[in-house]
């Protein structure tokens, strides 16, 4: 069975640095890619950041490009969002998901965690 | 940015009705138009990838279609466990989008 568990989330300061990881289990985790996608409170979904197995191929939304970093370690099974300078409108729970098709390419979400919430406030 | 607008943004019905929910991109995504539900406190769950595709054990009820601009998640008859939010999600082209969401609720 498929396990995402995130971790990292918390109060942060406007300006400040968190790192949010994902511990995957349950499936070959450098077989497929990796989603970071996000969900501000009584809010819709926004795509994050995506990853391949091997970290050859990222992507980013604009909102996030040039503050959030994407890495996985899969020695570790584990992703990672380095996110800094956060501002007001990071605050968000982030959900960390595995990809549909195990392929070297990204698709699309397919399994999700349960999210870590970050809360940007001062 | 392809801009995916899901409507209406509320449906209200009855269990055993047929649920019809659009989603229009602003630009052709091809069939890379896949369909999440979620429910209160839950994260999100595939039911639908490449427009007609099932996940893996999702019902037959649900079904997609479409491609290019318009497509269309229907719920033949509905469930009492399906009344909740959907979002339909583009991958043509990054960045990746979301739709709003089409709010599913009980009659």
């Known amino acids: 069975e498929v396990q995402l568990v995130e971790s990292g989330g918390g109060l942060a300061q406007p300006g400040r640095s968190l790192r949010l990881s994902c511990a995957a289990s349950?499936?070959?985790?450098?077989?497929?890619?990796m989603h970071w996608v996000r969900q501000a409170p009584g809010k819709g979904l926004e795509w994050v950041s995506s990853i391949n197995w091997n970290s050859g191929s990222i992507g980013y939304a604009d909102s996030v490009k040039g503050r959030f970093t994407i890495s996985r370690d899969n020695a570790k099974n584990s992703l990672y969002l380095q996110m800094n300078s956060l501002r007001a409108e990071d605050t968000a729970l982030y959900y960390c998901a595995k990809d549909l098709v195990r392929t070297t390419a990204i698709t699309l979400p397919s399994s999700w965690g349960q999210g870590t919430l970050v809360t940007v406030s001062s | 940015e392809i801009v995916l607008t899901q409507s209406p943004a509320t449906l209200s019905l009855s269990p055993g009705e047929r649920a019809t929910l659009s989603c229009r991109a602003s630009?052709?995504?091809?069939?890379?138009l896949a369909w999440y539900q979620q429910k209160p406190g839950q994260a999100p769950r595939l039911l639908i990838y490449d427009a007609s595709n099932r996940a893996t054990g999702i019902p037959a009820r649900f079904s997609g279609s479409g491609s290019g601009t318009d497509f269309t998640l229907t719920i033949s008859s509905l469930e009492p466990e399906d009344f909740a939010v959907y979002y339909c999600?583009?991958?043509?082209?990054?960045?990746?989008?979301f739709g709003q969401g089409t709010r599913l609720e009980i009659k």
């Open positions: 630009q052709s995504v091809s069939s890379y």
């Open positions: 999600h583009q991958r043509n082209n990054w960045p990746i989008t």
């Open positions: 349950g499936f070959t985790f450098n077989d497929y890619a």
